[in-house]
Each structure stands twice: as structure tokens, then as C-alpha cells.
């Protein structure tokens, strides 16, 4: 069976430190792999997403970069982190390689992140 | 992205009874729905998940109806449980999304009452 691994669980960071949070994948390959954010009392926003090694696609600008250098290893890195980049992280893989459509999602446990 | 919405954020029920939880979408190329249970702490759980070719599908204890017409996404639970107290939101796409093309809801909060 397919699983998800996603650390660490909680993460305080000054502001200005760096980040890198990671994302495993076990049981499938070539899968989509997805890094979302989401605020408290808000939905999901996409971050990143890649359908292959070294292949990103960024859905918003911002202060984050993802990397995938592996076939079933998603990173989220960050240079200088920011206030405004605290919020849960949460990591995701789908079946289907380019396409969200007839596979769901399934998530990591996710990443709180706090910036202070 | 178009909205997927709900009508009730907060949805209250005693242990035993059956749960509605309501969504709705605008999107009416969306022909592939999701719903996902998410636990305080947690990552989002898939739960279950309906084509447009279905109105109806059940899970264990779970079922989902789709109303193509109105656009209504419901998800129902039978003989609640303490273990069902999460938040539960519906998620959509289309043929040709691509993987950016998922469009989540904001969530309903599920209490259920001793």
C-alpha cells in the first residue's frame, strides 16, 4: 500500500532563518506530488506541484521554492522565511501522473509552522 | 478557479443519528467530486468519491449523492460516532484540469454530542 511521510509534524523558525520541509512517497511511482498551505478557517491553496523529477509548477509567487529531486521526494525550501509564511503544510500525492482528474489526493499529516 | 462551497459551516449531532453534510459547486464542467475528513492536527483523510456518470455511492457507513442539475454534492453518515467529529469538505475537477485544476471547499466542522 502507498504511504506519505511528511516531517516535521511542528517547526518554529526565527524570521529570516531558512526552511526545508520533506516529503516522501512509498508504494507508488511517478506520482504527482503536491505541496498546499492552509490557514485556519481557510481552504487549501496550492502551492507546488510537479508531475516529475525536476518538473515544478508554482501556482502563486511567493517567498517559497519546491524542488523534487527524486521520483517520490518533494521539498519545500525557503531562503528567508517571513512572518506571513507561518500556516500548516501540507503534502500530497495523486495516482496519475499529470492529471488530478479521477484519482484524489491523499495527504501527509502535515507541517505547523511557526515563524517568530 | 470557480467555487466549491457549504452551507453550514458548523453541523451538530447526537451519536447514533445520520449527518448531511451539504456542498455545492459552480463549476458545471466539474465531473469528478471528492470528500476528505480532516482531524484536528491531521493531514485531510480521503473518504470517498463520485464520477458525474453516478448520482449516488456508497461507502462503509458513508454515502455521497450528486445532483448534476443543481449542482449539489452531499455527503451522509450513518449511526454517527465520536470517532466522525472532524471537518469534512468536498473537492471538484474536470476532465483536462490537470493537476493544478482540484478546487477544495473551506470545510464543515462535524460535532457529534454525547
Known amino acids: 500500500s502507498q504511504t506519505i511521510h511528511q516531517w516535521p509534524a511542528t517547526l518554529v523558525q526565527p524570521v529570516g532563518s531558512p526552511l526545508s520541509l520533506e516529503c516522501t512517497v512509498e508504494?507508488?511511482?511517478?506520482?504527482?506530488l503536491y505541496w498546499y498551505r492552509q490557514a485556519a478557517g481557510r481552504g487549501l491553496q496550492l502551492l507546488f506541484y510537479?508531475?516529475?523529477?525536476?518538473?515544478i509548477s508554482s501556482e502563486v509567487p511567493q517567498n517559497l521554492s519546491a524542488s523534487r529531486p527524486q521520483d517520490r521526494q518533494f521539498i519545500l525550501s525557503s531562503k528567508k522565511l517571513l512572518l506571513s509564511d507561518s500556516g500548516f503544510y501540507l503534502c500530497?500525492?495523486?495516482?496519475?501522473?499529470?492529471?488530478?482528474?479521477?484519482?484524489?489526493?491523499?495527504f501527509g499529516n502535515g507541517t505547523r509552522l511557526t515563524v517568530t | 478557479g470557480e467555487s466549491v462551497g457549504l452551507h453550514l459551516p458548523t453541523l451538530s449531532v447526537q451519536e447514533g443519528d445520520n449527518s448531511i453534510i451539504n456542498c455545492a459547486y459552480s463549476?458545471?464542467?466539474?465531473?469528478?467530486f471528492i470528500w476528505y475528513k480532516q482531524e484536528s492536527g491531521k493531514g485531510p483523510q480521503f473518504i470517498i468519491d463520485?464520477?458525474?456518470?453516478?448520482d449516488k455511492r456508497q461507502g462503509q457507513r458513508v454515502t455521497v449523492l450528486l445532483n448534476k442539475t443543481v449542482k449539489h454534492l452531499s455527503l451522509q453518515i450513518a449511526a454517527t460516532q465520536p470517532g466522525d467529529s472532524a471537518v469534512y469538505f468536498c473537492?471538484?475537477?474536470?476532465?483536462?484540469?490537470?493537476?493544478?485544476?482540484?478546487?477544495f471547499g473551506k470545510g464543515t466542522h462535524l460535532i457529534i454530542q454525547p
Open positions: 500530497a500525492w495523486s495516482g496519475i501522473a499529470g492529471s488530478t482528474y479521477n484519482s484524489p489526493l491523499h
Open positions: 508504494g507508488t511511482s511517478n506520482p504527482n
Open positions: 510537479s508531475v516529475g523529477i525536476g518538473q
Open positions: 463549476n458545471s464542467a466539474s465531473d469528478y
Open positions: 463520485i464520477r458525474s456518470n453516478m
Open positions: 473537492a471538484e475537477t474536470y476532465s483536462g484540469g490537470g493537476a493544478d485544476g482540484l478546487t
